[in-house]
């Protein structure tokens, strides 16, 4: 699976968008950019996945570049309650569940008051 | 939906015990499970891939007969630390894949374990 980096924390507002960036320049074609996040001593929480189209759910929204070498996390509304360690993951997706999944060291992101 | 539960939420045990960790999904099928570790301060790190019916894959570095693994049914995965030593104190999360689903992982609430 292609490695990932990404900036080791990051402030927001609160009320104001997060913008979390990824770089992930060896991805291969058919491997897709899963975010997830994890909220002090919790599991993971999955965000958005994508392959090269922007996605958006009630969480987020995520932005892949056309190169699809680097992808940005968007959250619109930053809450107090999304500060949390971001992980951005490459791996191989369509439909195969049994994937595993290789976090790096993700941007510990702070939403202040 | 996609509820991954673990029991116990934390142990504390002596040296040289073992303690067996549950990893539960509980409104879906899960045909393979994953374990990770995660110390202080530090990522999670992928111990090994469970699959149903079958002898799980460790990792590169973990040892498999330390980290005994177990998936008998397709909603329940243990895993069995044996003879602990406080070097394995650490906070141990399982996944679980949805069978059929989209592609996205489901994380238990992790296990807090302590050794004395």
């Known amino acids: 699976d292609a490695k990932t980096t990404q900036p080791t924390s990051m402030d927001c507002a609160e009320g104001r968008a997060a913008n979390l960036p990824c770089n992930h320049s060896t991805i291969s074609g058919n491997e897709y950019v899963y975010w997830y996040r994890q909220i002090h001593s919790q599991g993971p929480q999955y965000i958005i996945h994508g392959l090269k189209n922007n996605e958006t759910n009630e969480m987020a929204s995520l932005i892949i570049t056309e190169d699809r070498k680097s992808s940005t996390l968007i959250l619109p509304h930053a809450t107090l309650r999304d500060t949390a360690v971001y992980y951005c993951?490459?791996?191989?997706?369509?439909?195969?569940?049994?994937?595993?999944?290789?976090f790096g060291q993700g941007t510990e992101l702070s939403v202040k008051p | 939906g996609a509820v991954v539960s673990q029991h116990p939420s934390w142990v504390i045990c002596k040296s040289g015990t073992s303690v067996k960790i549950e990893c539960r999904s509980l409104d879906f099928q899960a045909t393979t499970m994953f374990w990770y570790r995660q110390f202080p301060k530090q990522s999670l790190m992928l111990m090994a891939t469970?699959?149903?019916?079958?002898?799980?894959?460790?990792e590169q570095g973990v040892e498999k007969d330390k980290f005994l693994i177990n998936h008998a049914s397709l909603t329940l995965s243990t895993l069995t630390v044996t003879s602990a030593h406080p070097e394995d104190s650490s906070f141990y999360i399982c996944s679980a894949g949805l069978a059929g689903g989209p592609n996205e992982q489901f994380f238990g609430p992790g296990t807090r374990l302590t050794v004395l």
């Open positions: 993951i490459v791996r191989v997706g369509g439909g195969n569940q049994g994937g595993k999944l290789i």
């Open positions: 469970s699959n149903e019916g079958s002898k799980a894959t460790y």
